[in-house]
């Protein structure tokens, strides 16, 4: 009795140490590489929640942008600018200094300011973005994201895109 006594009390003990070792490490890991987040809502259809009845979850890579650093086409996770309790998942169109011919903001063109960029959703209309509330801060930037995880046939790398006809203006562009 003594024995299985003994026994427990080593295997509790090694449990406990192990919980105060994972639980900082999972935690680091959270925070500064990656975690898995649902797309939910249809602002970045057809792209992910294609069909609108499954939502696809996304590997959102927090290390890749340590430094703010995103290329246009780069769908991103940000705080969002009018809910802080909130993350937002939309594409990067253009980044600080890129001309925007914008979708219904109120100036029809913009210049993206430093420490900026500009969103939106794939699915125009259907999206609270740049389009609403103007350049986003590089601050509120939270992750990128880098694969499809679920569901299973959708399994896939994203890479960078931009939709057509959107991105920055080309200088020989004109800016009626």
């Not at 009390?9 to 994972?22: D, E, Q, T």
């Not at 780069?74 to 600018?81: E, G, K, L, N, Q």
């Amino acid at each position: 009795m003594a024995q299985a006594r003994t026994a427990g009390r080593k295997y509790l003990k090694a449990f406990v140490s192990g919980f105060f070792v994972a639980v900082p490490v999972t935690v680091t890991m959270l925070d500064r590489f990656a975690y898995v987040a649902r797309v939910e809502g249809a602002s970045m259809q057809p792209f992910l929640n294609p069909d609108g009845s499954d939502n696809d979850v996304v590997l959102l890579n927090r290390w890749s942008v340590r430094n703010f650093q995103v290329q246009r086409g780069d769908i991103v996770s940000i705080v969002s600018p009018k809910n802080p309790q909130q993350k937002i998942i939309k594409r990067v169109i253009g980044l600080e200094g890129d001309f925007i011919r914008t979708l219904g903001y109120k100036n029809r063109y913009v210049r993206v300011p430093d420490g900026h960029f500009w969103i939106e959703g794939d699915h125009h209309g259907h999206s609270l973005d740049s389009n609403s509330f103007g350049p986003v801060s590089v601050g509120l930037l939270h992750g990128r994201a880098s694969h499809i995880v679920w569901p299973p046939h959708r399994w896939q790398r994203i890479s960078p895109g931009l939709p057509p006809n959107r991105g920055p203006l080309e200088p020989s562009e004109d800016q009626d």
